[in-house]
């Protein structure tokens, strides 16, 4: 049979990257299954996905939908970025911490650690919270002959298009799926090559009981429902071991009693009719047979092509309003985007839909290497570990873009642990936002994967969660400023959720989360960004953590109480007896995220001329802090006190934050905290979770040290199935997907921003080119990757040297360039364009300019 139509080099971002692949010499434009040809840029398989974990993701930023591809039933799995359980304030619960605070402060300072943390346990923490829901299901149900041939299934990142084709009783079946974020549905054409042998079944369903689908006329389906008013991703009796049904009121009753109607999920009347409500609508917008309803389905037959739209919306009106109570009417939104829709031909909503993603997707280009784009994805994983296949790890990091591009748009909310694809009513860890690291790791790729316009979900979360921790911060702290702590959601709950204090009580959300802002304008150079938004923002974070800070006893300024996520310390108590806890003052990462926030926030305010005194304040603080410290084994402590961990290669290397994703320690700033940083990446070792591999991807490039990065990437890599239908491994799962396991996304985007991280660096003030090379990519090309001062870098080298670099300026700042030990520092004007050789030789518009080296 004939394979599903691939697209030619008529496509102009893939003739670009084969001319380019070409011109490193490691591809012949005569070959077609040569790195470069259009599998590159594809995932590919031989089969239909036995389970979710296989099935390939589209998204439009706001609907999302895994495809499974089955034959003769085909199941798309769907989501809607804002249907979530509970409702506003629904989670908080009242909490003071200043009754208990001297309390436990003194228990600190004495070294009675497990003590201290058992009234936190008790007084500090608040309660579960709420779950990011699934929507619904689409099934299409093929009626044609049982014995199929010539399959393949496909994921088209240059075009954000899902594909599958087959041939039955010699008839070939194509079916296309895409996401289009200008028109706001789900799109799918279905064709047979003979005329009405298209033939099947169309039905929507939910995972939710309250949903009810059915049939309007002949060419569409309406299901409306309601998702859960509250759903609590622990046991009952797992609260009522800790005595906190109080927390409760839904499940239990003041004398701490179970209600009649308890249990971990509650919809509709169940709990007072809270929830959120959610419509999806399948229109058939285009055949050229017969449709018909039949009850809750619709039917299509004798058929050759048939057109389906999906729109779907819910009451969220908004982080501070209820969708029960305040919410608007989902049909609202529904209705007259499926309508415009249905306007269109699929060729034109085809044809919006590409242009909209290429203008972002087609900015990168990345070559490292001859690509085994011949063989399924699924096998190339498996092989992945034999070195041979470089173009898997180019596909990698575009698949990350392509995720970040279909998962995160202006307006949409911000990706979650599992971006915006979610099967579960209870998800793991509720499929919320872990701001300790994996909701910051979600955006790592943002601005130098040159997709600073998918940041700005992020940044309107912090806006909103900023009025939530306000009040945090002055009922729970008496403290000024905001604060968040290790977890958020739709709602914005800036309290600690339940738990014990580590890893739950973390006030350092806001300050880590303020980085990005920070960041996004060190990329933009945004200044009006910067005084409206970033910097009214990271002062708040500011504020809280300023007032946060307490004497150690020596003169040195330690945050009152923290924990390092997600791990604990062994000690010996008075008694020398053993004891384990979390909790201390000061913990390392504490005090690397304040450094970085308060280093931004008086550079910020000297920028926009503001806040003087505060700036003052901040800077004295700044050199009261107690200073990063080397510990017994050489490594940089994770405590004030030199503790031993509870799990020595624990997956959180949290006290590592100054070496990346901050800037605090390097290799030629601080040396010695450098060599301190080595040794703490060696002594936690190179395995854990998929998202761990990841960051330490991101440390090791940060250390130039190309071969042990690779090695990261290599272990991130291992396959996550382990047999028949289960996923129980960290690396990646048949569908590139990162697995912790179990699948969580924030790992595709630490691993391809680690990626990037290898090949160009930007953070000491300085374009580092190709700082750690690994050898397994002797030769190739990076294209349009961003970096800090507002500068686009291309790069291209061969047997591992560079051949040329061509850097564009965006804002005309001087700029400084480094090639291993060797740097040269040149001015730029605004919109130029600057090429710089491996000797450093720099050149403008074909004119040499006569830079001395800058060492």
Request: proline share 6%; net charge neutral; aromatic share 10%.
């Amino acid at each position: 049979m004939n394979a599903v139509p691939r697209p030619s080099d008529a496509n102009p971002s893939r003739r670009r990257f084969r001319q380019a692949a070409a011109a490193c010499g490691t591809l012949s434009l005569s070959a077609p299954s040569a790195a470069g040809a259009p599998d590159d840029l594809t995932l590919w398989y031989r089969q239909p996905a036995p389970d979710w974990n296989e099935a390939l993701p589209i998204g439009n930023g706001r609907l999302g939908a895994m495809i499974f591809g089955g034959v003769p039933e085909e199941h798309l799995q769907l989501n809607e970025d804002t249907l979530y359980s509970d409702e506003p304030g629904q989670q908080d619960v009242p909490i003071d911490i200043r009754p208990t605070f001297d309390k436990v402060i003194k228990l600190l300072r004495a070294r009675q650690y497990a003590e201290a943390e058992a009234i936190m346990n008790r007084h500090w923490m608040g309660r579960v919270w709420p779950c990011y829901q699934p929507l619904g299901d689409l099934y299409l149900e093929f009626e044609h002959a049982e014995r199929v041939t010539g399959y393949r299934r496909e994921l088209d990142l240059s075009e954000a298009i899902s594909r599958v084709q087959y041939d039955a009783g010699g008839v070939t079946f194509r079916r296309e799926y895409l996401a289009t974020c200008p028109g706001q549905v789900i799109a799918i054409r279905l064709t047979a090559s003979r005329k009405g042998a298209l033939r099947l079944r169309i039905r929507l369903a939910s995972v939710h009981p309250t949903a009810k689908a059915r049939a309007e006329g002949h060419h569409l389906i309406v299901m409306r429902g309601k998702a859960p008013g509250l759903a609590v991703r622990r046991t009952l009796e797992w609260i009522e071991s800790r005595g906190d049904q109080w927390k409760y009121p839904e499940l239990w009753d003041e004398n701490g009693k179970r209600r009649p109607n308890a249990k971990t999920v509650l919809y509709g009347d169940e709990i007072g009719g809270r929830g959120m409500e959610f419509e999806a609508r399948l229109q058939v917008a285009a055949c050229d047979g017969a449709v018909a309803a039949d009850g809750t389905t619709l039917r299509i037959h004798d058929a050759s092509e048939a057109v389906l739209l999906i729109a779907a919306a819910t009451s969220y009106n908004g982080f501070n309003r209820s969708p029960s109570r305040e919410g608007v009417d989902p049909a609202t939104r529904v209705v007259p985007v499926l309508a415009a829709a249905a306007k269109q031909t699929w060729d034109q909503i085809r044809k919006l839909h590409t242009e909209d993603y290429r203008r972002l997707y087609e900015r990168v280009s990345l070559y490292l290497g001859p690509s085994r784009s011949d063989t399924p994805t699924d096998e190339r994983i498996a092989a992945f570990a034999d070195g041979r296949d470089p173009g898997l790890a180019a596909l990698y990091f575009q698949f990350g873009r392509y995720l970040m591009i279909s998962g995160s748009r202006p307006g949409t909310q911000p990706l979650n642990l599992q971006g915006i694809w979610n099967r579960e009513v209870i998800p793991p860890w509720a499929s919320g936002y872990t701001i300790n690291i994996n909701t910051e790791m979600n955006y790592w790729l943002a601005e130098v994967g040159n997709l600073s316009e998918c940041h700005e979900p992020l940044f309107r979360m912090l806006s909103e969660l900023a009025v939530n921790g306000r009040k945090v911060a002055k009922e729970m702290y008496g403290r000024r400023g905001w604060v968040a702590h290790h977890n958020t959601t739709l709602w914005r709950s800036a309290q600690p959720v339940d738990n014990a204090p580590m890893p739950s009580f973390w006030p350092l959300g806001a300050g880590w989360l303020s980085q990005h802002l920070w960041e996004h304008y060190q990329f933009t150079g945004y200044k009006n960004f910067l005084r409206t938004t970033a910097y009214p923002l990271m002062k708040g974070a500011a504020e809280f953590l300023s007032d946060w800070l307490i004497d150690d006893g020596n003169g040195r300024l330690v945050t009152a109480a923290g924990v390092s996520p997600e791990i604990g310390f062994r000690y010996r108590d008075a008694q020398g007896q053993e004891r384990r806890s979390g909790v201390s003052m000061g913990p390392t990462m504490d005090l690397a995220i304040i450094r970085e926030l308060f280093h931004a926030v008086i550079e910020a305010s000297t920028i926009l001329d503001a806040d003087a005194d505060f700036r003052e304040e901040l800077r004295q603080k700044l050199d009261r802090l107690l200073p990063y410290q080397v510990g017994s084994r050489g490594q940089l402590q994770e405590w004030a006190e030199d503790h031993m961990e509870t799990d020595p290669e624990h997956r959180h290397i949290s006290h590592l934050y100054a070496l990346h994703p901050g800037t605090q320690i390097s290799k030629r700033r601080t040396p010695k905290l450098y060599e301190a940083a080595r040794r703490t990446l060696e002594l936690r070792g190179d395995e854990g979770t998929g998202w761990s591999r990841a960051w330490k991807i991101n440390f090791w490039a940060r250390m130039e040290d190309g071969e042990r990065a690779y090695k990261l990437l290599r272990n991130l890599f291992q396959p996550a199935k382990s047999g028949e239908i289960r996923y129980n491994r960290g690396g990646v799962l048949p569908n590139l997907l990162c697995s912790h396991p179990p699948f969580q996304i924030d790992g595709n985007f630490g691993g391809a921003a680690g990626i990037a991280e290898m090949l160009l660096q930007s953070h000491a003030g300085e374009l580092h080119l190709l700082p750690a090379l690994p050898s397994a990519w002797p030769s190739g090309f990076v294209k349009g990757l961003r970096a800090r001062g507002g500068f686009e870098v291309d790069i291209e080298w061969k047997e591992g040297r560079l051949v040329s670099a061509t850097i564009r300026s965006l804002l005309g700042n001087r700029c400084r360039v480094r090639l291993g030990d060797r740097v040269s520092e040149f001015p730029t004007a605004p919109n130029r364009t600057y090429r710089v050789t491996e000797t450093l030789r720099v050149s403008a518009a074909g004119r040499h300019l006569a830079i001395p080296d800058a060492e």
